[in-house]
């Protein structure tokens, strides 16, 4: 971040002054008991806690600078500095996008239901190669992260990379007039945060909002085997090949995103032969934690072919690279030098790092799921060569009516899978268990835990030397729990 002062901060966000306007600050903290005199704190009014109850804890801990949405002033902060607004989130998100607009770098844009952090984190390291990059830290990619990385950009960064979550109708549009995008990569259209969402399609719809503030000419890289992202690029092919327009409207999507696909440049990857940027050849070595493939495609009337390793596994990886390759080439980055980038990357904590835990191989995939994401960690299961295969699966939250639907889906495909030992976690995935059940997998092979603390006292009973054990649940199930509880009890 460039230093700025709280006068500027306060012309950025439109707030009122009271206390000392000249000071500098560096920073910005939702923590109470994250202090420091250059630190603003930002307290949010959630649905059970509102910050403003912590604004005298954070002045307490050195906060000398506070936005406030109330009128008053707290007791016993008499040397605090108060930026009164309406709506503390509102106008911290206008002095990010004010903020952001002082920088020309490009930034883009990623999203999709799952691997965005992956498909972040590649594209980071490929274009690293020759750019100074800023990338999304942590998981800053909510309504309030993503406006907290505007604030990191500063003037030695070329690029910016910012992941773009969002589970609600209107936040992608809200995070998009932030950060201003105009390349962007759409990695899947799956059923996360269907439950508030209804269906996929409108899920596509908050994604492809992605899009709204590009300028003419972006660039828009989405995932050519996913249905509904295909049903977007077959559109707008066909838009600008006709000239008739008219196709974009049997896809469900604003208006605004309508008007900017027409003009802007969109592409597709994956591992199919119609796919733009593609991955041929594709071998696994699961013993070596490798993936090799051949990356072939047709970029600006140039046809590149170059062989790539991973050291990941699993075809979606693959695709997460397809794209990463795809934004150097945009970049004018040697793709020899890109994939030193790619090379040279490794797996974030907790989504999907393959570990030897004594004579154990862990799969730690426990920071968040997806039905899609679960099915992506079962394969890459199912391929271990080891004397069992157990999967540890916690729920998938936030589905809606559409929780035990889903659940058994994963269950029938447990069943069809590699899989010698199933275990449970939490209500949902116990319809999972028994799907599988009623598909043909052996009762006795299925276990059913209530919750982590549950499934951290059978582990020691159940697992063995030399298994395979892949864990994976949502952020609230907290299966990393349960990880540590392995790795304490096979470490040697």
């Known amino acids: 971040m460039e230093e700025i002062t709280i006068s500027q901060l306060a012309q950025l966000a439109g707030a009122t002054i009271k206390g000392d306007s000249t000071k500098r600050i560096c920073g910005f903290s939702t923590d109470s008991r994250i202090g420091g005199e250059q630190i603003v704190f930002l307290p949010i009014q959630g649905e059970k806690v509102d910050g403003h109850d912590y604004i005298q804890d954070a002045y307490a801990n050195g906060i000398r600078t506070t936005f406030t949405s109330r009128k008053e002033i707290i007791p016993k902060t008499e040397e605090m500095t108060y930026l009164f607004v309406d709506d503390t989130i509102c106008a911290f998100q206008q002095a990010a996008a004010a903020y952001r607009d002082q920088f020309t770098i490009p930034v883009v844009g990623v999203t999709g239901s799952v691997g965005k952090t992956t498909t972040k984190e590649m594209i980071a390291a490929t274009l690293s190669e020759g750019k100074c990059v800023l990338k999304t830290q942590g998981n800053k990619n909510s309504q309030i992260g993503l406006p907290q990385m505007m604030f990191e950009f500063s003037k030695k960064h070329e690029i910016a990379v910012i992941e773009m979550g969002m589970s609600l109708p209107g936040e992608m549009q809200r995070?998009?007039?932030?950060?201003?995008?105009?390349?962007?990569?759409?990695?899947?259209?799956?059923?996360?945060?269907?439950?508030?969402?209804?269906?996929?399609?409108?899920?596509?719809?908050?994604?492809?909002?992605?899009?709204?503030?590009?300028s003419k000419n972006g660039l828009l890289l989405l995932n050519g085997e996913n249905d509904l992202l295909k049903e977007v690029y077959d559109a707008v092919k066909e838009g600008k090949e006709n000239g008739n327009w008219d196709v974009l409207e049997k896809i469900d999507l604003l208006k605004e995103t309508k008007e900017k696909l027409k003009d802007c440049n969109?592409?597709?990857?994956?591992?199919?032969?119609?796919?733009?940027?593609?991955?041929?050849?594709?071998?696994?070595?699961?013993?070596?934690?490798?993936?090799?493939?051949?990356?072939?495609?047709?970029?600006?009337?140039?046809?590149?072919?170059?062989?790539?390793?991973?050291?990941?596994?699993?075809?979606?990886?693959?695709?997460?690279?397809?794209?990463?390759?795809?934004?150097?080439?945009?970049?004018?980055?040697?793709?020899?030098?890109?994939?030193?980038?790619?090379?040279?990357?490794?797996?974030?904590?907790?989504?999907?790092?393959?570990?030897?835990?004594?004579r154990l191989t862990l799969i730690d995939d426990s920071y968040n799921a997806?039905?899609?994401?679960?099915?992506?960690?079962?394969?890459i299961l199912s391929g271990i060569t080891k004397k069992r295969r157990v999967a540890i699966l916690g729920d998938i939250l936030e589905l809606g009516e559409l929780a035990e639907p889903l659940h058994r889906e994963i269950g029938t495909y447990v069943a069809k899978s590699n899989i010698d030992q199933l275990i449970?976690?939490?209500?949902?995935?116990?319809?999972?268990?028994?799907?599988?059940?009623?598909?043909?997998?052996?009762?006795?092979q299925v276990i059913i835990c209530h919750d982590q603390k549950e499934a951290c006292d059978i582990v020691k009973d159940v697992l063995k030397e030399e298994d395979a054990v892949f864990i994976k649940g949502s952020r609230g199930m907290y299966l990393e729990n349960v990880v540590h509880k392995i790795k304490e009890l096979f470490s040697e």
């Open 175 to 214: 995070l998009v007039s932030v950060a201003k995008p105009q390349i962007a990569v759409i990695s899947n259209i799956g059923t996360a945060h269907i439950g508030q969402l209804k269906s996929r399609e409108k899920i596509r719809l908050e994604k492809m909002s992605i899009i709204n503030e590009f």
């Open 424 to 444: 449970t976690v939490g209500t949902c995935t116990a319809f999972l268990a028994k799907e599988a059940i009623l598909q043909g997998m052996d009762k006795n």
């Open 266 to 358: 969109v592409m597709t990857y994956g591992t199919t032969s119609d796919c733009d940027l593609k991955a041929v050849q594709i071998r696994q070595d699961q013993n070596k934690n490798q993936t090799l493939f051949t990356f072939s495609g047709v970029f600006q009337a140039k046809q590149y072919s170059e062989e790539i390793l991973l050291h990941t596994l699993g075809i979606h990886n693959v695709q997460n690279a397809l794209a990463a390759l795809g934004l150097a080439l945009f970049f004018n980055i040697d793709l020899k030098q890109a994939k030193k980038g790619l090379e040279c990357y490794q797996v974030p904590e907790m989504r999907g790092v393959i570990e030897t835990v004594g």
């Open 370 to 379: 997806s039905s899609d994401s679960m099915k992506c960690g079962l394969d």
